[in-house]
């Protein structure tokens, strides 16, 4: 039996084999219970795909920490087998996150199919998980975007001088994966002992790609745009307070008290206003529909880029979520609105995002 015989509205695909496939379980916890008629598709840890119940994934108490094991036998051997045999007239709900369903990887592959699918095109997905890529991409249209250094993990020490030269500024230094999540693999070098405590840890994986980016002071804020019938919204802001925690790291996310959000963001209404214009710029000028979230940055005098997620978190306590809520929609109008562009795009229903959107 293949994993869709018995069914012919939306599947949502989560799990997955990369790293943050413990947060897409957590979001899919949330989206299966505002869309209870949707296949529940888990992609384990192994490659497998395993239709799993409501019951079973509302049972995993500790999504963030634990991973989800099912005992259902396999549907299909891996997501390509999966794809073979899909039925083009049913939409997938992308519950990924990360390289899993942020790299454009498996968005080409649907593509290929012409398999409806929610979220940002193959391209655009390729481009925002490239940290790079998206910064050039951002101020290419005029966006200011903080200074950095790129290269593989193992060559990351030939920026030393940079490095000790941004420290001695006085300005600390982030250090991220070029192409990730932005929750794994994140550190915060004060020093040059961090420095080269990153390098020593970093050993194993000489080949991984890394951004260097010089810490911008300021107020730390995230801006969703969602599309809507009548054009692209920024959804209102929400402000991230570190409360003692050096970095906005996975654990300070989802599983300590590292940090403090406050949505709707408290914000002279100019700042705001500069907050959603950067995020509707970004999510322009890397191309990408449905919905996005950019992080950036108030130094005081400008509105800084960090980056853009083409498939934020869905979780109960994810920016996105709370954004919505205080901007007056549910996650069935969103969800419902994410079917409908993702089979849309497909019959040429929707064209290009709008070049103007709405505030």
């Known amino acids: 039996m293949s994993a869709h015989d018995k069914h012919d509205g939306p599947a949502i695909l989560f799990g997955g084999i990369g790293s943050e496939r413990l947060v897409s379980t957590?979001?899919?916890?949330?989206?299966?219970?505002?869309?209870?008629?949707?296949?529940?598709?888990?992609?384990?840890?192994?490659?497998?795909?395993?239709?799993?119940?409501?019951?079973?994934?509302?049972?995993?108490?500790?999504?963030?920490?634990?991973?989800?094991?099912?005992?259902?036998p396999?549907?299909?051997?891996?997501?390509?087998?999966?794809?073979?045999?899909?039925?083009?007239?049913?939409?997938?709900?992308?519950?990924?996150?990360?390289?899993?369903?942020?790299?454009?990887?498996?968005?080409?592959?649907?593509e290929a199919r012409r398999i409806p699918y929610t979220g940002s095109g193959a391209d655009a997905s390729r481009t925002a998980y490239d940290k790079a890529a998206a910064k050039q991409a951002v101020a290419a249209r005029g966006g200011a975007v903080a200074e950095a250094r790129m290269s593989t993990a193992g060559e990351l020490g030939e920026h030393r001088d940079w490095v000790q030269g941004t420290l001695a500024s006085g300005r600390d230094v982030f250090a991220k994966p070029?192409?990730?999540?932005?929750?794994?693999?994140?550190?915060?070098?004060?020093s040059t002992q961090d420095f080269e405590r990153m390098l020593e840890l970093l050993r194993g994986e000489p080949e991984r790609g890394y951004l260097l980016e010089a810490a911008v002071l300021g107020r730390e804020l995230t801006t969703g745009v969602v599309e809507w019938s009548d054009g692209e919204r920024a959804l209102?802001?929400?402000?991230?307070?570190?409360?003692g925690a050096s970095t906005f790291g996975y654990d300070e996310k989802y599983v300590t008290a590292g940090a403090t959000e406050i949505t709707p963001a408290?914000?002279?209404?100019?700042?705001?206003?500069?907050?959603?214009?950067?995020a509707l710029d970004a999510h322009r000028a890397v191309g990408c529909r449905g919905y996005s979230r950019t992080d950036c940055i108030w130094d005081g005098t400008r509105m800084v880029f960090l980056e853009i997620n083409t498939l934020p978190g869905l979780t109960p306590r994810s920016f996105i979520?709370?954004?919505?809520?205080?901007?007056?929609?549910?996650?069935?109008?969103?969800?419902?609105?994410?079917?409908?562009?993702?089979?849309?795009?497909l019959t040429n229903r929707v064209g290009p995002a709008p070049r103007q959107g709405i505030r």
């Open 178 to 190: 070029r192409a990730d999540g932005s929750s794994v693999g994140l550190y915060r070098l004060r």
């Open 74 to 110: 396999a549907q299909a051997a891996s997501i390509d087998e999966l794809l073979q045999t899909w039925d083009v007239r049913r939409a997938i709900v992308l519950g990924l996150h990360g390289v899993d369903g942020e790299s454009g990887e498996l968005q080409r592959k649907l």
């Open 266 to 278: 408290e914000l002279p209404h100019d700042v705001a206003e500069a907050a959603k214009t950067l």
């Open 26 to 72: 957590a979001s899919t916890q949330l989206v299966a219970t505002v869309l209870p008629e949707a296949e529940l598709l888990f992609w384990a840890k192994t490659g497998s795909i395993h239709r799993v119940s409501a019951d079973e994934l509302r049972a995993h108490a500790r999504p963030f920490t634990d991973e989800l094991v099912t005992a259902q």
């Open 321 to 345: 979520t709370q954004q919505l809520q205080v901007a007056g929609f549910t996650m069935r109008e969103f969800l419902e609105r994410q079917l409908a562009i993702a089979h849309a795009r």
């Open 236 to 243: 209102p802001s929400s402000e991230v307070l570190l409360s």
